[in-house]
């Protein structure tokens, strides 16, 4: 069954759900799922309501290229941001990695699989680690070192190789470089970031040792979508787990990354079921 589905935020007004259900009724649409939500503070003048609703195509009396068009009125008449997209629409995803293989493993099994619906077109990393593990997956692998001509060179190279494959969605997978504001701005809330903590503590290198020494009884993992600001993006989705003085680097980091790829997983599936809104430094996940 393919649908559609529009994903709507505007500023909160009487008779919106009305107005967008009675177009999908007038042609002859079949709405599958609804789920709204209104912000009472916003980010501006006043309460924001936010939508996601799924209709079925089949039958529906429009063509695709034609239903932005004929939707357009009723955005205007509410001040809308609309975003259509397509259950049969496969996202071509670039998976980004470094050394730590549990991330990248473990969203290219679950690729593999058919739970995550994408195209893994590549996976990029600033080391060879993973070469055999994408060649045994038959995805492509491409290894973009950071030499001596510095980290802004490599950096292009992973912007070309991401325009050759027909990028639409980076997910860092533990890629353990930070990006420019140019790669950022390339793909705008298109580049999801996992975090070795519940933002925001712990910041930089072994955080689990930071954790440790601290004593916590608490850890986490936040994934969020990229900025120009390092881990203060949107964020998607995050979990914690509880740890006690008996754990020590080696068992907090286990229990880290089993946080991190669940908590990757579940963000990029938000996204590519099209259930995410960004406003502001905030998202909406349906």
């Not at 799924?54 to 609309?82: H, N």
């Not at 077109?121 to 600033?126: E, G, I, L, M």
């Not at 140019?182 to 910041?203: D, G, K, Q």
């Amino acid at each position: 069954m393919t649908t559609a589905v529009l994903l709507l935020s505007c500023p909160d007004d009487q008779g919106i759900v009305a107005a967008v259900s009675d177009f999908i009724a007038r042609h002859d649409g079949n709405i599958v799922h609804a789920d709204q939500h209104v912000d009472p503070v916003g980010v501006g003048a006043g309460p924001v309501f936010f939508q996601r609703i799924e209709f079925v195509l089949d039958g529906f009396g429009l063509a695709r290229d034609e239903i932005a068009p004929a939707f357009a009125p009723i955005a205007e008449r509410f001040g809308m941001e609309v975003a259509l997209r397509f259950s049969d629409h496969r996202i071509r995803t670039a998976l980004l990695a470094s050394k730590q293989p549990h991330c990248l493993a473990d969203l290219l099994v679950r690729w593999s699989s058919g739970e995550l619906p994408c195209d893994v077109s590549v996976v990029v990393a600033n080391h060879p680690d993973h070469a055999a593990l994408c060649a045994g997956l038959g995805v492509p692998f491409v290894h973009l070192p950071v030499d001596e001509r510095g980290q802004a060179v490599q950096e292009q190279q992973v912007l070309d190789t991401l325009a050759e494959h027909d990028t639409e969605l980076v997910v860092m997978a533990r890629y353990m470089r930070v990006l420019s504001p140019t790669a950022i701005a390339a793909y705008p809330n298109r580049i999801i970031n996992i975090h070795h903590s519940f933002l925001p503590a712990f910041i930089g290198a072994n955080p689990y040792r930071q954790a440790h020494d601290r004593g916590v009884k608490l850890i986490g993992a936040t994934a969020h979508y990229a900025t120009d600001d390092l881990d203060e993006g949107p964020i998607i989705d995050q979990a914690t787990t509880r740890v006690s003085h008996r754990d020590d680097v080696a068992r907090l980091t286990r229990a880290g990354r089993d946080l991190e790829t669940t908590v990757l997983a579940r963000a990029v599936r938000a996204h590519l079921e099209h259930r995410v809104l960004v406003y502001g430094h905030k998202t909406v996940v349906f």
